[in-house]
T-cell receptor, first 114, second 114 residues
Framework: EAQVTQNPRYLITVTGKKLTVTCSQNMNHEYMSWYRQDPGLGLRQIYYSMNVEVTDKGDVPEGYKVSRKEKRNFPLILESPSPNQTSLYFC?????????????FGPGTRLTVT | AQSVSQHNHHVILSEAASLELGCNYSYGGTVNLFWYVQYPGQHLQLLLKYFSGDPLVKGIKGFEAEFIKSKFSFNLRKPSVQWSDTAEYFCAVNSAGSGYALNFGKGTSLLVTP
């Protein structure tokens, strides 16, 4: 089944404790992206990757890191989480980052930073 | 910078009522337009998209949207809503001029009552 998976689905952590949210897709997609969803703000892009070893900042990259060493994986790293990073995070992928290609979304990771 | 506006943040309708959700975007060049839906507790799914051709686009589950270039609008419609349409709806836009970054509106929460 074609899908985007994220782990963990739920995470409660404390300020400053490094964490990684994994994202994996099995559709051989070139493009992958991370979003955060906050009430009243919709989805905002954190980072995206047009292909392996190619990443770039989205609208809200501060406090996050990413890497794209393999085509299928695009982990999101929070080196020192803070309470303002409490949010619902979605990973997405598509065939290409250009044009009208549909983005496929993962199930989401709900992160709480205390 | 490109922006997307969704006029209604919360909509409550009775079953069988007609639905129209507004979406306007600010970019003047060639755009690709999308409507995504997020059912409670689930990830985003594509309802429909427009990139060229007939400005009236039909999507899944009886939804349709009309692209009106002169009004920079891409409104979502459904003639008769069902309780199962209760969800959050997001309009999104990308364009070559913005590097194809997908910009989301803040979303419209639709509640359909029996």
């Amino acid at each position: 089944e074609a899908q985007v998976t994220q782990n963990p689905r739920y995470l409660i952590t404390v300020t400053g404790k490094k964490l990684t949210v994994t994202c994996s897709q099995n559709m051989n997609h070139e493009y992958m992206s991370w979003y955060r969803q906050d009430p009243g703000l919709g989805l905002r892009q954190i980072y995206y990757s047009m292909n392996v070893e190619v990443t770039d900042k989205g609208d809200v990259p501060e406090g996050y890191k990413v890497s794209r060493k393999e085509k299928r994986n695009f982990p999101l790293i929070l080196e020192s989480p803070s309470p303002n990073q409490t949010s619902l995070y979605f990973c997405a992928s598509s065939s290409s980052g250009k044009g009208s290609y549909e983005q496929y979304f993962g199930p989401g990771t709900r992160l709480t930073v205390t | 910078a490109q922006s997307v506006s969704q006029h209604n943040h919360h909509v409550i309708l009775s079953e069988a009522a007609s639905l129209e959700l507004g979406c306007n975007y600010s970019y003047g060049g060639t755009v690709n337009l999308f409507w995504y839906v997020q059912y409670p507790g689930q990830h985003l799914q594509l309802l429909l998209k427009y990139f060229s051709g007939d400005p009236l686009v039909k999507g899944i589950k009886g939804f349709e949207a009309e692209f009106i270039k002169s009004k920079f609008s891409f409104n979502l419609r459904k003639p008769s809503v069902q309780w199962s349409d209760t969800a959050e709806y997001f309009c999104a836009v990308n364009s070559a001029g913005s590097g194809y970054a997908l910009n989301f509106g803040k979303g419209t929460s639709l509640l359909v009552t029996p």
